[in-house]
């Protein structure tokens, strides 16, 4: 779904933003760290992009994981337990294993760089009989705020809310069917998964698993929410 001029920003706000120069802007969004589209000549950039990558990169941190890695680190709590199930879905030799399972000593806060290529996110505000027809759509999981309950973590929301992922299809066919409109700060969080040979195996449940909620959780602006995220994320790197 084409972003709405009015929504977009262009290169050079956007590395002012940023504090990069225009040629740098360029070579992020050519990696897909920027959302943006061309239009002729020109680069209408998504503002939401460019704060979330501004918020969460670590220049000291060393590179982000790949989406690959990301997604075998989430299902592995965080590389503690990496069994033979994420071994096989995700074709993981000896040295990988071995890169996983050393993930476990690193700071939580630093998931917030580590994993920030696990998915593309776009935030909406809509009305809450849709909140619900997202959450029960085929192929939707709950993450994050909506999965508070299921991983025993005790966060008051302070409005309704609806955080979740769905392949990058399924995201596109919501977006477009509700025509939903896009908020910096809204209450229908989607988080867009590409096909990258294991994403069957990421969204193959009803809800995402602890090490996934927790990251989510990390990520958000809100400080007590993301202090509950860093909180989850000690829990299960302490086992």
Not at 130 to 158: P, Q
Not at 200 to 223: E, K, N, Q, Y
């Amino acid at each position: 779904m084409s972003m709405a001029a009015a929504a977009t920003i262009t290169t050079t706000e956007a590395a002012r933003r940023l504090a990069i120069s225009t040629q740098r802007l360029r070579q992020l969004i050519i990696a897909n760290e920027i959302h943006a589209e061309r239009h002729g000549p020109m680069w209408a950039i998504d503002p939401a992009s460019v704060e979330e990558y501004s918020r969460h990169r670590r220049p000291t941190a060393g590179r982000s994981l790949s989406t690959r890695m990301v997604w075998a680190a989430l299902l592995s709590d965080l590389g503690t337990d990496v069994d033979d199930e994420v071994v096989e879905a995700f074709g993981l030799g000896r040295t990988e294993q071995a890169r996983l399972r050393a993930l476990r000593d690193r700071d939580a806060n630093e998931w917030r760089w580590l994993a920030r290529r696990r998915a593309r996110v776009q935030r909406f505000e809509t009305f809450g009989a849709y909140l619900d027809r997202v959450e029960h759509h085929d192929g939707v999981l709950r993450t994050g705020m909506s999965a508070l309950a299921d991983h025993a973590v005790e966060l008051a929301a302070h409005r309704q809310t609806l955080d979740v992922y769905a392949s990058a299809s399924t995201a596109a066919a919501l977006i477009d069917a509700m025509r939903l409109a896009p908020a910096s700060t809204g209450n229908l969080t989607i988080r867009s998964i590409d096909d990258f040979g294991a994403s069957g195996f990421v969204l193959d449940r009803d809800v995402m698993p602890r090490a996934v909620v927790a990251v989510d959780l990390l990520d958000d602006a809100d400080t007590r929410t993301s202090r509950a995220g860093s909180d989850l994320i000690e829990a299960i790197t302490r086992g």
